[in-house]
C-alpha cells in the first residue's frame, strides 16, 4: 500500500513571494504518477500539476513547478510570485500506473496555504 | 471539470435513512470514482468502477455500496445512514481523475 505524507499543516505566504510546500510518499512501485491538487474556499478540487516518475526532468506549469526526488520519494510543489488566489488547502496525491486496473489517487492530508496581502 | 456533475450538492438525513448520491459524467470515460473527504483525512477512496457493473472496493468501503448501469452514471448508496458517514462526498472521474463539485451530506 501507499502512504503520502504532507509535513506541513498549514503555510503562509506574502502575495509575490515564493512558497514551496513539502510532500513526501511510501511505494515500493517503479511506475506511478505524482499530482498536486488545489482545493480553494469553494471545495472544488483542481488539478494544479502532474508528474510522471519515469520522467526525470521536474514538471512545471506556469508559477507552480515541482521538485522530484525519486530516491528520496519526495514531490515538493513551489509557488513563485504567490497570488492572494492561491489561498487553499492544497493535496498531493499518488496513483501507481497500472493500466488494467483502476488508477486510484492516495491522498495526502492537506497543507492549508494562506497568502497574505 | 471534464462534464462531472453531483447531486444532491446538499443533503441533511436522519441515521437509518438510506442515501444515494449520484455521479454523471459526459466525456464517455470508463472509470469512475467515489471518495469522501474528512478533517484531516484528505480524500479517502470509496468504492470506483472500472465498466458498466464493473466496480470494486476501495480503502473505505463499509457501509457503502455502487452501481453503474450506464457508462455515465455512478451512484454511491449508504443503505443505512450513520452519523460517521457526515462527510463531504467527491466524484471523480477519467484517467487524469478530474472532480465533481462535492456533495456535503450531514446524517443527524
Known amino acids: 500500500a501507499q502512504t503520502v505524507t504532507q509535513s506541513q499543516p498549514e503555510m503562509s505566504v506574502q502575495e509575490a513571494e515564493t512558497v514551496t510546500l513539502s510532500c513526501t510518499y511510501d511505494?515500493?512501485?517503479?511506475?506511478?504518477?505524482l499530482f498536486w491538487y488545489k482545493q480553494p474556499p469553494s471545495r472544488q478540487m483542481i488539478l494544479v500539476i502532474r508528474q510522471e516518475a519515469y520522467k526525470q526532468q521536474n514538471a512545471t506549469e506556469n508559477r507552480f513547478s515541482v521538485n522530484f526526488q525519486k530516491a528520496a520519494k519526495s514531490f515538493s510543489l513551489k509557488i513563485s510570485d504567490s497570488q492572494l488566489g492561491d489561498t487553499a488547502m492544497y493535496f498531493c496525491?499518488?496513483?501507481?500506473?497500472?493500466?488494467?486496473?483502476?488508477?486510484?489517487?492516495?491522498f495526502g492530508g492537506g497543507t492549508r496555504l494562506m497568502v497574505k496581502p | 471539470d471534464a462534464g462531472i456533475t453531483q447531486s444532491p450538492r446538499h443533503k441533511v438525513t436522519e441515521t437509518g435513512t438510506p442515501v444515494t448520491l449520484r455521479c454523471h459524467q459526459t466525456e464517455n470515460h470508463r472509470y469512475m470514482y467515489w471518495y469522501r473527504q474528512d478533517p484531516g483525512h484528505g480524500l479517502r477512496l470509496i468504492h470506483y468502477?472500472?465498466?458498466?457493473?464493473?466496480?470494486d472496493k476501495g480503502e473505505v468501503s463499509d457501509g457503502y455500496s455502487v452501481s453503474r448501469s450506464k457508462t455515465e452514471d455512478f451512484l454511491l448508496t449508504l443503505e443505512s445512514a450513520t452519523s460517521s458517514q457526515t462527510s463531504v462526498y467527491f466524484c471523480a472521474a477519467g484517467p487524469k481523475q478530474f472532480f465533481g463539485p462535492g456533495t456535503r451530506l450531514t446524517v443527524l
Open positions: 496525491a499518488f496513483m501507481k500506473h497500472d493500466n488494467n486496473a483502476g488508477n486510484m489517487l492516495t
Open positions: 511505494t515500493s512501485e517503479n511506475n506511478y504518477y
Open positions: 468502477s472500472y465498466g458498466v457493473k464493473d466496480t
